[in-house]
């Protein structure tokens, strides 16, 4: 395949995705930023945020939400496929840790050049928004107020972890799934088929990778500068704060993102692939 197909198709397949999913990854995001205990779990804010902002408030933040969750699929997909084809033995054959490896550079590579800026702004508007007073007008005053600040990168260690994490995980347990029937179907996979098997990748990467996440989230919050001088020293102050389990709050919205998100984006990719090959 050729590389300008991974890019076009993981850019439709991450709009689309993007779009779909969006507001589990604000119901997340908001339970990971809390301090207080406000929302008692996902539902408690998902109707909170339906009473006080109306259906428009489960789209906070979206536009760059939206723009990077196309240009990082886009990215991850061109880069997994070129460095997967890379590491194909002489027989075409790739192993799981060669898989793992690939996946793994591609989500680090997403997570520097995309992911790190665009969730900036997503993660300060939805906490904007979560205050009494709100400091930015939308998107665009956001960036501005952030690139003043020098805050458009801040947080990028543990997003390209975390971004790392995620592909590692995500790709090679969709693609030894993938494998496995392919194998024994003997054709290449249907759009139901790449749906339910990215989905299951979606569950076994949120409870893997969920830490980064919530670092990640708390590094990018209003109140990051003053309160964690490292993405460690936020980690330990989870913990210290709220116990153990805090680092695997806002799984269960997550989790209802990356199982559809992981379903929808590998279909659309498969299709947009299938359609590109026939031209």
């Known amino acids: 395949d050729a590389p300008a197909h991974s890019l ?56 760059p939400m939206l723009l990077g969750n196309a240009l990082k699929a886009g990215v991850r997909f061109l880069t997994y496929d070129t460095i997967k084809e890379q590491l194909r033995d002489p027989q075409g054959r790739l192993t799981m840790p060669r898989m793992m490896c690939a996946g793994m550079c591609a989500g680090v590579v997403e997570g520097g050049l995309v992911v790190a800026p665009t969730e900036a702004l997503k993660t300060r508007l939805i906490h904007d928004h979560c205050m009494p007073k709100q400091k930015y007008s939308g998107a665009i005053d956001c960036l501005k107020e952030v690139l003043r600040e020098g805050g458009l990168y801040r947080g990028v260690g543990p997003v390209m972890a975390r971004q790392g994490a995620n592909s590692c995980v995500r790709f090679a347990a969709y693609d030894s799934l993938k494998q496995i029937v392919v194998g024994y179907t003997g054709t290449q996979v249907t759009g139901v088929q790449a749906f339910a098997l990215g989905m299951c990748a979606g569950v076994v990467t949120v409870y893997t990778t969920m830490p980064l996440d919530v670092v990640k989230t708390r590094m990018q919050g209003l109140s990051a500068a003053g309160a964690y001088r490292s993405s460690v020293h936020c980690a330990v102050s989870v913990v210290r ?12 919205p997550r989790l209802a993102r990356l199982m559809f998100s992981g379903a929808i984006v590998f279909a ?7 359609l590109l090959r026939e031209k």
């Open 8 to 63: 076009i198709a993981g850019i439709v397949a991450g709009a689309i995705e993007g779009a779909a999913t969006y507001p589990t990854e604000l119901v997340k995001t908001k339970m990971q930023l809390q301090t207080t205990h406000q929302y008692s779990n996902p539902l408690a804010c998902f109707r909170h945020t339906i009473q006080t902002q109306g259906p428009q408030g489960l789209y906070r933040g979206l536009p």
């Open 241 to 252: 704060q709220d116990g153990i389990w805090a680092l695997w709050r806002g799984a269960t």
């Open 268 to 274: 659309v990719y498969e299709q947009v692939m299938k």
